[in-house]
């Protein structure tokens, strides 16, 4: 069945979508876009002539699913035996802008496969056993009412003429599962305050989606309050299921343990957020006027945000982190000195340590 011949003309690229997938129903087969030129990339290469914007790309291959690229393997082997769809298979169709640039143009086709064509492994093929929407929501239905599997698979079948597998029902049985972990921001809120004296400041951008959570129970509050002197913060690296950043402020106690002063989720590690961050912590909390020091990360990216917000405060690094750096600028190239004088620094350092981890005063006298 010719549903597709070299020479053919489209003059929309919606229309060339709808004959791919004449052809795919009529050789039993998928396609997917191989590789692909768009219009705008074309003219970054020098094309100038008018060209209908209806056709989106200059030029575009779509080849089958079980063929395509050859990509070069860089597998260690430690996961051999992955399934895939591809066997080689070099039937592919290819389409280029017409010289008016009018019409894309059905330049090549290769109509060989090198597998079976069959219209039931067709109808075995994800794409194929793919549910409309209106099915995926009532089959969703069906599940969170615990309908047997089979049964509801035989429905399914029935109703759309698709096969439905049971894998693909386990499959829908996760995305209901994964959806209902999504916590409902506002439910959240309210759960938080709860408590009285509680703060939860919720910030969002223009098109209302959420930016930042930043929290404080009375706890935390009193913990600042008590030991404003100096104020450590840090951010883990986005460990939660919605992958936000949480920084943690803590403070110091008189018995040199940490306590929590502060927690806020930011959406991303960027300056306005982290700068809106520091600035309802400095809001809430007034003993920020007896902060002396701030201990952050050496690569805390807005260690200057804080700078600016905290003015009065010296922003510091840990000790690791100074040892690290003592070690790694003093050198014979970086400082222009000789390797005995490099050596002597490197002892200071050492004693320097020493009197870092000294628990008792009698110590410093050895």
């Not at 093929?125 to 209106?134: C, D, G, V």
């Amino acid at each position: 069945m010719d549903v597709l011949r070299n020479g053919d003309r489209f003059y929309d690229f919606e229309d060339v979508l709808k004959k791919i997938r004449e052809y795919e129903i009529a050789t039993n087969t998928n396609f997917y876009r191989r590789d692909s030129r768009t219009i705008a990339a074309a003219r970054k290469r020098g094309i100038k002539r008018n060209i209908k914007p209806e056709l989106l790309f200059y030029s575009i291959t779509f080849a089958c699913i079980q063929g395509g690229k050859t990509h070069k393997n860089c597998s260690s082997g430690k996961r051999p035996n992955q399934r895939t769809f591809r066997q080689h298979c070099s039937s592919s169709i290819s389409f280029l802008l017409s010289s008016d640039g009018h019409y894309l143009e059905l330049k090549s086709i290769n109509n060989g496969h090198n597998h079976d064509t069959s219209e039931a492994l067709f109808k075995q093929l994800p794409r194929e056993r793919r549910l409309p929407k209106e099915m995926t929501k009532e089959a969703e239905s069906l599940i969170s009412l615990k309908v047997n599997k089979k049964l509801l698979r035989d429905h399914l079948e029935q109703k759309t003429g698709k096969k439905v597998s049971l894998k693909d029902i386990t499959n829908l049985q996760t995305v209901i599962k994964n959806r209902s972990k999504c916590h409902d921001v506002a439910s959240l809120v309210k759960k938080l305050l709860i408590d009285h004296g509680t703060i939860v400041e919720l910030f969002a951008s223009e098109d209302n989606v959420l930016q930042g959570l930043f929290y404080q129970d009375k706890e935390m509050l009193q913990n600042f309050e008590n030991y404003p002197e100096i104020l450590f913060i840090d951010s883990t690296f986005k460990v939660n299921n919605l992958r936000m950043p949480l920084y943690v402020f803590l403070v110091e106690d008189s018995m040199g343990q940490s306590e929590i002063a502060g927690l806020c989720f930011l959406a991303a590690e960027e300056q306005q957020l982290v700068d809106h961050m520091g600035n309802l912590f400095k809001k809430f909390n007034p003993s920020y006027q007896k902060m002396k020091m701030i201990m952050a990360d050496k690569d805390f990216i807005e260690r200057e945000t804080f700078r600016s917000v905290f003015p009065h405060s010296s922003l510091l690094i840990c000790r690791f982190h100074v040892l690290k750096i003592f070690r790694r600028e003093i050198t014979v190239e970086k400082m222009g000195i000789t390797s005995s004088q490099r050596n002597a620094a490197l002892e200071l350092r050492k004693l320097i340590s020493q009197m870092w981890f000294m628990h008792y005063g009698f110590e410093f006298d050895h």
